[in-house]
């Protein structure tokens, strides 16, 4: 406990050098700013952004800044408010939904945003270059299930930890979530939990990954009401033992658009009968359907929900996330299908392990 507790010291302390190094006052001078400039170079992510003397953002510099700026006659011990973008681009903390705003910053190259407190200091710098979004949701993570249909494999490790090349097949998908700017995250364990509590004992790319104890075995979604904490109106639920590459930010963005209040991933699945089938009235028949296609989506088990539907999931009670589904339509709510049209295996028997293992290498 006592390595968790450094870790988080430490990332936080990380964080705050983040802060201080992508930071200039204004009164420094250009030259200051070249060295600070010099020694973010090695991320290729050129930006200083300027504050006044109570640490507000005033404006933002780059290199092309500066070069500009003494192309025009300035020195190199003037004022770095002086060459400063004074108009440049922010997110305030305040905004309920900056995720389409992002997407739009980063597909006109923007590298890094600044997001403001209601005071104008910065609270966080966002990457847009090494992070695929930045989601205002919470995770969960189902990992409590026993994995029968691997044994033996699964005998002496949960199916959540059994290797997909050199990763665990669930870490794929925490990394995955953290890509897209996901902070809170949440497994949910059971079976064998000892060993999914001390893989997520430390941090993972910087996250706290929670683990949260089912005290029985209590379906694919009754064990959410254990977690202590959401700190966001939507909630992403996925089985840990998926591989795939969905795009979770237009998983989300899909989401918000129709107002629903829970979307499912859906992956399409095709039909295809080699005979012609009869077209029967009883003994008659009506006609004939040559080698007919049929198309329909299946459930991929990757849901996203409003915090309000975990009112209708039973206390201390076995209940699946397709309960949910059918008490939510039930009752009049909307409850939406995004058609997932990439990687999706359900990693659930030795075929599946040994596909995606082979995808895995064909990956890299």
């Known amino acids: 406990m006592k390595l968790v507790y450094l870790l988080a010291d430490t990332l936080f302390f990380l964080i705050i050098k983040f802060m201080m190094v992508n930071t200039i006052k204004q009164e420094k001078t250009i030259l200051e700013a070249l060295s600070l400039l010099d020694k973010l170079s090695t991320d290729n992510m050129l930006t200083l952004f300027v504050v006044d003397q109570d640490a507000r953002l005033i404006g933002s510099l780059t290199d092309g800044d500066i070069r500009r700026y003494l192309v025009k006659g300035g020195n190199l011990y003037d004022k770095v408010i002086e060459a400063a973008h004074k108009n440049c681009t922010y997110i305030e903390s305040e905004w309920i939904d900056n995720v389409r705003f992002l997407r739009s910053l980063r597909d006109k190259g923007l590298r890094r945003v600044p997001v403001l407190d209601k005071d104008h200091h910065i609270r966080e710098i966002y990457d ?73 004992a430390i941090l993972r790319n910087g996250i706290k990954v929670e683990t949260v104890e089912e005290p029985k075995f209590l379906g694919t979604i009754g064990s959410i009401l254990f977690v202590k904490e959401f700190y966001n109106d939507t909630i ?76 209708l999931i039973p206390k201390d009670e076995v209940f699946n996330a397709t309960d949910l589904i059918e008490k939510l339509i039930a009752q009049g709510e909307r409850v939406i299908r995004y058609p997932l049209n990439g990687t999706w295996i359900d990693i659930g028997q030795y075929a599946d392990l040994e596909k995606a293992r082979i995808l895995v290498k064909h990956l890299k």
């Open 128 to 200: 847009l270059v090494n992070f695929k979004s930045h989601l205002p949701i919470d995770a969960v993570l189902m990992a409590g299930g026993k994995g029968e249909r691997l044994r033996p494999l699964t005998e002496k490790i949960p199916k959540p930890l059994v290797k997909v090349g050199d990763k665990c097949i669930i870490d794929y998908n925490i990394d995955r979530l953290i890509e897209f700017g996901v902070k809170h995250i949440n497994v949910t364990v059971n079976y064998l939990k000892e060993q999914l509590q001390e893989h997520f």
């Open 236 to 311: 992403l639920l996925m089985n840990s033992d998926l591989f795939t590459n969905i795009d979770f930010e237009d998983f989300y963005l899909h989401f918000k658009e129709h107002d629903a209040m829970m979307s499912v991933a859906a992956i399409p699945y095709n039909v295809s009968i080699p005979f012609g089938i009869l077209d029967l009235d009883g003994r008659n028949i009506k006609g004939l359907l040559e080698k007919p296609k049929y198309n329909y989506y299946a459930n991929g088990g990757i849901y996203l929900i409003k915090c309000d539907a975990l009112d």
